[in-house]
């Protein structure tokens, strides 16, 4: 599957002309043979088109959860009460579909549908680990060449460090003191229903008009496997509602990235030779743009290969990238309204607070600050002299680590 | 034996010596903003070709499964040289295309 041509092969309205044999973003109804207005508009709707199934597939995961679990949601996912098999599923989850705004999408779905918010919040907490695979991965390719590989390992593996650290922090304190399951269930009381004023009647009244649109759909889809017996229809439902997910994940990323490229390029120059907290927005602002975390910091490998961009104006990057993927999670609440929004959109609100304090805790701090930093160095510098070592880390954190230690409290 | 010099030549000479290094941090600083900028120019040239770099930042599935059957390869004694010192996959993995892109 492919979204991009040989630049020789197009015209182009650049000022100047591509080397021969370069790749440019191309549109799938680029292929239909529209350019111009009409290739745009198309752009758009296709866009329009995507949040719209997008929202129909969360909502339709939420209600194949509750079909599923027939009321005791909790019997589903018993394997994964234990806080650390929740995260490392969301890790092996992100990892394995290589999207973060899956998982989350997914996860509000099942909150909405009845999952329990304590096995829901490490599991958003493991997407933002599993997502840094994909850089990891880009970097990889660099192998052939030392010095690129060197710098392009340790601007992935920053990505990484630096969401670890963050886990390490917040886990336990969640596990304490609940911290983000009272302030997302603060924000989400605040922002939805019908008694938290203004912006939840605003919130409350978009939740509608969406509900009202995606339900036909959603019951279309419901009915198609609606043969199935019992908790089957339900399991039908969400793996068909994960399939639509990820897809249309595919497909938005595709469409803004064309309709995009232009923005993103002046918020990347507006933010060149700034400090790092115009690289956070920057990294945020660009994320948000293409639905796609692994998008903007796979973008900054080669450039950080290169040695055109340092690792320490890439680390801000990632960490705004990082707060930028939330927005599918709080466009996929949408798809719910009453109590069952509410719930979806604290699950919302977990991955955003999470990211958030995870920015003001760990980039804010200028001792913890380094330390994504130093780890990234020392691994780079290592996995440039022996490949091994980037093999382990990325075999280790995104696979062995989580499958052994599922596996052990599956045995336990 | 030479005549020691006067106290205003000495003075004179002290000066110069100062203008001398004076001149020289200027050259520095000056050396050093040039650098900076041909680095922010070189970032901006990039930034220019962000089409392309989205197009191509991807994970290439050929390249990390050359990366991982050189690791095998290192695994098994089979004597291959570190990242970057010609690596056999890196060679391999140099020609194929982007089998995802």
Redesign the interface.
């Known amino acids: 599957?492919?979204?991009?041509l040989p630049?020789a092969s197009v015209t182009s309205a650049a000022p100047?002309a591509?080397a021969e044999g370069?790749?440019?973003?191309?549109s799938p109804f680029e292929r239909l043979g529209l350019s111009g207005r009409p290739l745009r508009t198309a752009n758009w709707l296709g866009v329009v088109v995507g949040v719209y199934v997008l929202i129909t597939a969360v909502e339709l995961i939420g209600s194949g959860f509750k079909v599923a679990t027939g009321g005791t949601a909790e019997s589903l996912f018993a394997f994964a009460a234990n806080p650390f098999v929740a995260l490392m599923v969301g890790v092996l989850f992100t990892a394995a579909t290589?999207s973060s705004s899956t998982t989350t999408s997914v996860t509000v779905g099942l909150v909405a549908g009845g999952l329990p918010m304590s096995i829901a919040i490490p599991m958003l907490m493991g997407a933002n680990i599993g997502t840094t695979l994909?850089n990891t991965?880009?970097s990889?390719?660099m192998?052939?060449?030392?010095?690129s590989?060197r710098r392009a390992f340790s601007a992935a593996t920053v990505h990484d460090f630096f969401n670890l650290i963050a886990v390490a922090i917040f886990l336990p304190l969640e596990l304490a003191f609940g911290v983000l399951q009272r302030s997302s269930a603060w924000l989400a009381d605040a922002s939805s229903g019908s008694d938290g004023g203004f912006v939840a009647t605003i919130f409350s009244g978009l939740g509608t008009v969406v509900d009202t649109l995606t339900e036909p759909l959603a019951d279309l889809l419901a009915w198609s496997t609606s043969f199935l017996p019992g908790a089957w229809h339900g399991v039908a439902m969400i793996v068909l509602g994960i399939g639509l997910i990820l897809a249309v994940i595919n497909w938005l990323g595709r469409l803004l990235?064309v309709l995009m490229?232009g923005r993103?390029?002046e918020v990347?120059?507006a933010s060149?030779?700034r400090g790092p907290l115009t690289g956070i927005a920057s990294g945020a602002a660009m994320t948000v743009m293409?639905q796609s975390s692994s998008?903007t910091t796979?973008?900054m490998?080669?450039?950080a290969g290169?040695g055109?961009?340092s690792l320490k104006q890439i680390y801000p990057f990632t960490v705004g990238a990082n707060i930028g993927t939330t927005i599918t999670a709080l466009i996929a609440a949408f798809a719910f309204t009453g109590v069952e929004g509410t719930l979806a959109l604290q699950a919302a609100y977990v991955h955003l607070l999470f990211n958030i304090f995870a920015a003001l805790v760990v980039f804010g701090m200028p001792l913890l600050r380094q330390l994504p930093l130093r780890g990234a160095t020392w691994l780079g510098n290592v996995?440039?002299?022996?490949?091994?070592w980037?093999?382990a880390w990325v075999l280790g954190v995104f696979v062995g680590i989580p499958l052994a230690l599922i596996g052990i409290t599956t045995v336990l | 034996m030479t005549e020691a010099p006067s106290p205003g030549l000495r003075e004179h000479e002290r000066e110069l010596a100062a203008i001398l290094d004076e001149a020289e941090q200027r050259i520095g600083e000056l050396r050093l903003e040039l650098s900076r900028r041909e680095d922010l120019s070189a970032q901006h040239a990039e930034l220019d070709r962000l089409d392309e770099h989205l197009a191509t930042a991807r994970v290439s599935w050929s390249e990390v499964r050359g990366f991982f059957d050189d690791v095998l390869h290192q695994l098994r004694g089979r004597g291959n040289p570190p990242a970057g010192d010609e690596a056999p996959g890196g060679l391999r993995a140099a020609g194929r295309e982007h089998d995802d892109a």
Do not use: W, Y
């Not at chain 1, 370069?22 to 191309?26: D, G």
């Not at chain 1, 192998?143 to 010095?147: A, F, G, H, L, Y």
């Open positions: 599957m492919t979204d991009v630049q100047t591509p370069t790749k440019r973003l191309v290589q994909t991965l880009v990889l390719g192998v052939r060449d030392k010095e590989f990235k490229v993103a390029a990347l120059h060149v030779g293409v998008t796979s973008l490998i080669p450039l290169s055109t961009f996995a440039a002299t022996n490949k091994l980037a093999a």
